[in-house]
């Protein structure tokens, strides 16, 4: 897992770009009107700011606490994933049904959700796809996204000297959110195509029905 190592100075990647990216997603969840958020926002963020300092402080020594590490790595991403869409749904709700949420709010809800669905499947991208490197086993070595720096005929860069990032996962989320579609890089396995369907959809109703109606009320 590659969040588990976020504590470390891995030389194929500097790890404080994650570490901001991870803090921007907690924030932008706190900047939500406390209506369309899940449970006490705050008391949330205070338990993924303990998770994240914990990926950060923990040391890696022993299988119970690689273990222990790895299981806070996906809780962590798992429940600002859970958050955002529970507050996608609550904006929805409101704007269908209650009505309860002014204009404004509903614009900046919308900013929020969406910039979070960038980071938040980004981050999915980067800790799923794997080909043994960065402490992940090599015993199963899934390919999920083909980038164009892996295919024949390549002359960017030497294949055997570049591997993806953070970043290059984060560029995937970004097209994807704003395209609705993959753009460079392919996805290759059936759960990186569930999670770039997942979040075209999310973005796709973000877009579409909470930015489009937020318009049409300060109109």
Known sequence: MKLAHVHHRVKLEPV?????????AIVLQVVLSNSLTFGPKYLIAIIEFILLAALI??????????????????????VISLANIISLFLVT?????????????????????????IIVFGLWYWELDSNGIQ???????PVDFLFPQMTPGEHVVERGLWVPTFFDYLYISITN???FSPTDSQPL?????????????????????????????LS
Not at 16 to 24: L, P
Not at 57 to 73: E, Q, T, Y
Not at 135 to 141: D, E, I, L
């Open 16 to 24: 404080w770009h994650v570490q901001f990216a991870v803090f921007m």
């Open 57 to 78: 402080v923990m040391p890696r020594d022993g299988n119970l606490s690689w273990r222990i590490k790895r299981s806070a790595a996906l809780i962590l991403i798992g």
């Open 93 to 117: 709700h409101s704007l269908l049904i209650t009505n309860t949420v002014t204009g404004r709010q509903l614009i900046g809800s919308g900013v929020a959700i969406f910039l979070t669905n």
């Open 135 to 141: 402490g992940q086993s090599t015993k199963v070595r």
């Open 177 to 179: 959110a704003t395209a």
């Open 189 to 217: 396995s059936h759960r990186a195509k569930l999670l770039m369907a997942s979040q075209s959809l999310i973005s796709l109703i973000t877009v579409a029905l909470v930015a489009a109606r937020a318009v049409s009320i």
